[in-house]
């Protein structure tokens, strides 16, 4: 499996972004997917997850309510709609992949290179 983000930038608080991964070199029906997040001198951490094949969804605390993950099976396409953005959520935003659900970053074991969002207050 081979994962490419993109969408992130600079936005103001209250305001909105939508992140897009491209999966590529597998099949995923037995893959969960997630993002992550790290913020600057701190720990990676769990924003959301979707099982690739029936759509199950978690998310993390922080986010849920404003934040969507999607996929999108036949462009091979993870989303992640981000709405009502607060300046916490400046971060770099990773896209993986697992074998098994769970929202620890040593679940997964394949990562895209991050995406910076950075919302301004």
């Known amino acids: 499996v081979q994962l490419q983000a993109s969408g992130g930038g600079t936005v103001q608080a209250g305001g909105s972004l939508t992140l897009s991964c491209v999966a590529s070199g597998s099949t995923f029906s037995r893959y969960v997917m997630g993002w992550f997040r790290q913020a600057h001198g701190k720990e990676r951490e769990f924003v959301a997850s979707?099982?690739?094949?029936?759509?199950?969804?978690a998310y993390a605390d922080s986010v849920r309510g404003r934040f969507t993950i999607s996929r999108d099976k036949a462009k091979n396409t993870l989303a992640l709609q981000m709405n009502s953005l607060k300046p916490e959520d400046t971060a770099v935003y990773f896209c993986?992949?697992?074998?098994?659900?769970?929202?620890?970053?040593?679940?997964?074991?394949?990562w895209g290179r991050g995406t910076q969002v950075t919302v301004s207050s």
């Open positions: 993986a992949s697992s074998r098994q659900w769970g929202q620890q970053p040593e679940t997964y074991d394949t």
């Open positions: 979707i099982t690739w094949g029936l759509g199950n969804r």
